[in-house]
């Protein structure tokens, strides 16, 4: 999707996309445990493997919200440097968002329905990181579109545009303004100064 980006502007973008995966992971840790405990907190500090877990899948969901952060921190770098970037008049599409419906069943519903985390906790941890990694490969080799709910939520959408030679640009934008944004030419900045960037930021009043 991003292939043409910096390198850490797309790691981190991936990484950001997981944030509300690793959110409910913990979530489901701790309550599944504990119901399965009848709610007794004093057994759930008594198991070692499981602290180390849970200790593993909060730092995940840590570095994921920071990840987050650092995107949204590039978007305002962006708008700030557009005199040095760049700025380019492009058509936004009615594309927008494209995938989250597949995105929570192929990446979600499996963390959700598929294992069990109480009883085989670090088989589940493994086969979690493991789909993943899968996905990251997916991600850095493919043209889709990785759907990203943990900006979804924070007010951001990816929007499909094109500008006036015809090149496809995936590009951010306020997600309240959607109506105002879709099917409208634009002033678009690119993230990057390189000629091969094919990401950019809305500049928005």
Same mark, same amino acid.
């Given at each position: 999707m991003f292939r043409t980006?910096?390198?850490m502007f797309r790691n981190a973008y991936y990484y950001s996309s997981l944030a509300v995966q690793n959110l409910l992971l913990v979530i489901? +840790? $701790? &309550?599944?445990?504990l119901?399965?405990?009848k709610w007794t907190l004093k057994i759930l500090?008594?198991?070692?493997?499981?602290i180390v877990l849970l200790f593993l899948c909060v730092g995940m969901s840590i570095l994921s919200v920071l990840a987050t952060i650092y995107v949204r921190y590039v978007f305002k770098g962006a708008k700030n440097a557009s005199k040095s970037l760049g700025m380019r008049a492009m058509t936004i599409s009615d594309d927008y968002n494209n995938g989250f419906r597949e995105f929570l069943l192929s990446i979600i519903l499996p963390m959700i329905s598929t294992y069990s985390i109480v009883d085989s906790p670090f088989m589940s941890f493994t086969m979690i +990181? $493991? &789909?993943?990694?899968?996905?990251y490969f997916f991600f850095v080799n493919s043209s889709d579109m990785l759907p990203n709910l943990t900006l979804a939520i924070s007010g951001y959408s990816v929007y499909i545009s094109?500008?006036?030679k015809g090149r496809k640009f995936f590009v951010f934008g306020s997600r309240q303004n959607i109506d105002e944004i879709l099917g409208k030419k634009k002033i678009v900045v690119l993230l990057s100064s390189?000629?091969?960037t094919n990401?950019?930021?809305?500049?928005?009043?």
């Open positions: 980006s910096r390198i489901i +840790l $701790l &309550l599944s445990y119901e399965s405990s500090f008594r198991n070692t493997g499981f +990181l $493991l &789909l993943q990694l899968l996905v094109v500008d006036t390189s000629e091969r990401v950019g930021i809305i500049m928005e009043d």
